[in-house]
């Protein structure tokens, strides 16, 4: 498979406890995004990298929420202290930036519950 | 929020008809992207137009932009019941790299 991928595919945590995602882009694309989606919403952006710079974070990302993306290849997403609102669709996508217009390749998302 | 607002929220209409969505935003934008979600999945890229394109085809997608409305319509021909998604438009600003995405129309297309 040479898609994005994403995992877990769910998460299930108690409020309190610390979550980490892991999202592996596509081999040749040098730039990775995360992206948080809640029932009916469309994706709220959240922070994005390019190779391993981590080029831009939400203002609406407080300082529980890291993301990494060592040797720019795989990224991680951390949740510090879960809160009952951080539930929701965390999705990933990488695209290759070029001169081109871009285009985002999206992993299936990992479905996060906070009980 | 520079996000493209959607219009309908909801499209239900029969199999083989067509369907049409829009999307206004307020920004100036570099390219305007249109996106469809299955239920619990991922997104998926269908068309791009750039800010100086007035419309694109793909298969059974038609898209226009208009620049002076700020507005975008995705028009899906001939629907099929396997088009039933939430679709999303998605602009890419000329100041910034971010793609910020709408609130989606969910269609159903009913066999």
């Known amino acids: 498979d040479t898609g994005v991928s994403q995992d877990p595919r769910h998460k299930i945590t108690k409020r309190g406890q610390n979550v980490t995602f892991r999202c592996d882009p596509i081999s040749e694309h040098n730039r990775l995004y995360w992206y948080r989606q809640t029932l009916g919403q469309g994706p709220e952006f959240l922070t994005y990298?390019?190779?391993?710079?981590?080029?831009?974070k939400s203002r609406l990302l407080s300082d529980r929420f890291s993301a990494e993306r060592p040797k720019g290849s795989f990224s991680t997403l951390e949740i510090q202290r879960t809160e009952q609102g951080d539930s929701a669709m965390y999705l990933c996508?990488?695209?290759?930036?070029?001169?081109?217009?871009?285009?985002?390749?999206f992993g299936s998302g990992t479905q996060l519950s906070v009980l | 929020s520079q996000q493209g607002e959607e219009d309908p929220q909801a499209l239900s209409i029969q199999e083989g008809e067509n369907a049409t969505m829009n999307c206004s935003y307020k920004?100036?934008?570099?390219?305007l992207q249109w996106y469809r979600q299955n239920s619990g999945r991922g997104l998926v890229h269908l068309i791009l137009i750039r800010s100086n394109e007035r419309e694109k085809h793909s298969g059974r997608l038609r898209v226009t932009l208009d620049t002076s409305k700020k507005s975008s319509s995705l028009l899906i021909t001939a629907s099929r019941a396997a088009d039933t998604a939430s679709y999303f438009c998605a602009l890419q600003e000329t100041s910034g790299s971010r793609l910020t995405f709408g609130e989606g129309t969910q269609l159903t297309v009913n066999p």
């Open positions: 990298f390019q190779n391993e710079a981590q080029l831009e």
């Open positions: 996508a990488s695209s290759f930036k070029g001169p081109t217009n871009e285009k985002l390749f």
């Open positions: 920004t100036s934008i570099n390219n």
